[in-house]
């Protein structure tokens, strides 16, 4: 399948003609081709762009409405020709990819469609000085959106639906390793109505079509979700062109269970925080510390439940755990591993690649839980992004809040406990961005979304997203 970029509602190849390989990581083979776009192809996005912006910023919110909420619908009724394009082209089994990332990329439209209906500024009498200022929330023009491969059209979605509904125009890059939806999404804007160069969707490495995106001067936001390290470097690059910026970059959770917690329902939900989607989930909790008086129960139940987890073909309804979305990522997965000996660290289960039955060169790793003995290393502090989830015990909320917090990351934090007073002081202590109380991934899309430290600036979801895509301009009235 050869793929094409979505330039001014149209579908072309990149300019020079060059192509990349698209991997199927279930059967570690090619399957596809897509544009390897230049900083040319990236021109032309600008240009349609910029000629769409004129007439979309002042499109009503309720056209702008319905034409998100058409996607929206239009998501879900294709459904399952979008589900199967994910799990091939990511490796997460097929069962997840519709019950939650093609679900959830329609919610993004659908929610957008309507918060920017419900947005507002604010207003302030200068009483005394018989004057009245108001605030104006304008569209910024052409913006930027670059997504990682994880959760490709959930999080490719989560940026380019605020940024449309308040009446920017988007040129957007998918991750070159997953951007067979992101092409996809092309077809269904244009049926919904969405008008030419309104989207723009260019598909190519992150070094050659990312970098033309972040340096391009008409460019004047860029909403990025990917590593930290991409991160600081789109900083660099943005800051003296004085771009507006969101990242969203990794993170290294605490998943922090006391003795009081509700057994069962901690237990079932720590499999799903930690191998979800492969344990590909920047929100997954990787770092689990036990209250050491519960520390051995929970070590023998959780292996056992890790151990019943189904690794198999994600076309398979039964799979639980897929494939790793590539060999390189693999690679580094398995490097984390190999580390454990030398940093004193043991393997509990897992830690081995899995052969899938008519996939032998597919890319499975089986679910794997390593005991830590301390905070510090590697294992503790680096990001995995992989089925791997380390264990600790502890016995105060001093020290368990010191592991929590000594990390360059601070996305979330999961808290397992009935205490109230502990719930509170915890929640309020701990360096992160999102705090789950007995439960995890719980998302309402009105709250907002995001990291501090290494894991990011700015926050997304809700109203802060459609702040982040707008310029406030103040205007003062004398009476
Ligand atoms: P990367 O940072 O490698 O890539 C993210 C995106 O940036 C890709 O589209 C990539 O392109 C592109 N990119 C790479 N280099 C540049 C560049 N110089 N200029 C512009 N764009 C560039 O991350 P991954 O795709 O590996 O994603 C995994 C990471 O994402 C993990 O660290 C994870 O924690 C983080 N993440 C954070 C989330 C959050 O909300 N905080 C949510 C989900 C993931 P290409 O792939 O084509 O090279």
């Known amino acids: 399948m050869k793929i094409l970029n979505y330039i001014n509602g149209a579908f072309s190849p990149p300019l020079s003609g060059e192509c990349l390989d698209n991997y199927n990581p279930a059967e570690g083979t090619v399957y596809g081709q897509i544009p390897n776009s230049s900083k040319e192809d990236v021109e ?11 007439a979309w910023s002042i499109t009503s919110l309720e056209g702008r409405n319905r034409i998100l909420k058409k996607i929206s619908d239009l998501l879900l ?31 993004n439209f659908r929610f957008f469609a309507n918060a920017i209906t419900q947005f507002s500024s604010e207003s302030h009498e200068s009483v005394g000085a018989n004057a009245v200022n108001y605030t104006l929330r304008q569209p910024i023009g052409v913006v930027g959106c670059i997504s990682p491969w994880n959760l490709p059209l ?29 092409y996809l999404l092309g077809e269904i804007c ?66 922090i269970i006391f003795a009081d917690a509700d057994y069962e329902e901690m237990l079932h939900t720590t499999i799903r ?21 519960i520390y051995e129960k929970f070590k023998t139940d959780f292996i056992a439940k890790t151990k019943a987890l189904k690794v198999g073909h994600p076309s398979e309804a039964n799979t639980d755990i897929g494939a790793l979305v590539s060999k390189e990522h693999l690679e580094k997965v398995m490097a984390y591993i190999d580390r454990a000996p030398a940093e004193g660290a043991k393997i509990l ?9 008519d996939a032998p060169n597919g890319y499975y790793l089986a679910p794997t839980v390593i005991e830590v003995p301390s905070n510090d290393c590697s294992l503790n502090q680096e ?27 601070g996305l979330s934090a999961t808290l397992w406990t009935n205490n109230l007073k502990r719930t509170l002081r915890m929640s309020s202590e701990l360096h992160v961005g999102i705090v789950w109380v007995n439960t995890w991934m719980m998302r309402d899309l009105r709250t907002p979304f995001g990291g501090v430290k290494s894991s990011g600036v700015g926050r997304e979801g809700g109203f802060e997203a459609l702040r982040f895509f707008t310029e406030a301009k103040n205007v003062c009235m004398k009476y």
Request: charged letters at 15%; glycine letters at 10%.
């Open 44 to 54: 032309r996005a600008v240009v349609a762009a910029k000629a769409a912006f004129k």
């Open 77 to 107: 009724t294709n459904i399952d020709r979008f589900a199967m394009a994910e799990s091939i082209d990511n490796g997460k089994p097929i069962a997840l990819a519709k019950s939650v990332d093609i679900p959830r990329a329609a919610s």
């Open 154 to 182: 959930y999080l490719f979605t989560w940026k380019i639906a605020p940024a449309l509904a308040a009446g920017n125009c988007v040129v957007a890059k998918p991750s070159e390793i997953t951007p067979m939806t992101a």
């Open 190 to 255: 244009t049926e919904a109505g969405l008008p030419n160069g309104v989207l723009n969707i260019v598909h190519g490495t992150g070094k050659l079509t990312g970098q033309a995106i972040i340096e391009h001067p008409e460019i004047k936001a860029i909403s990025f979700t990917g590593g930290t390290q991409t991160g600081a470097h789109i900083a660099k690059v943005a800051a003296p062109m004085f771009k507006k910026l969101s990242l969203e970059l990794g993170g290294k959770n605490p998943n």
């Open 273 to 293: 925080s930690s191998f979800s989607n492969q344990g590909q989930i920047c929100l997954c909790g990787s770092r689990i510390f036990v209250e050491s008086t």
């Open 349 to 357: 289960c897992g830690g081995n690649r899995i052969t899938v039955q």
């Open 383 to 409: 990001e995995i992004f992989g089925p791997v989830v380390t264990l600790m015990p502890f016995d105060t909320v001093d020290e368990v809040l010191g592991y929590a917090n000594d990390v360059k990351y």
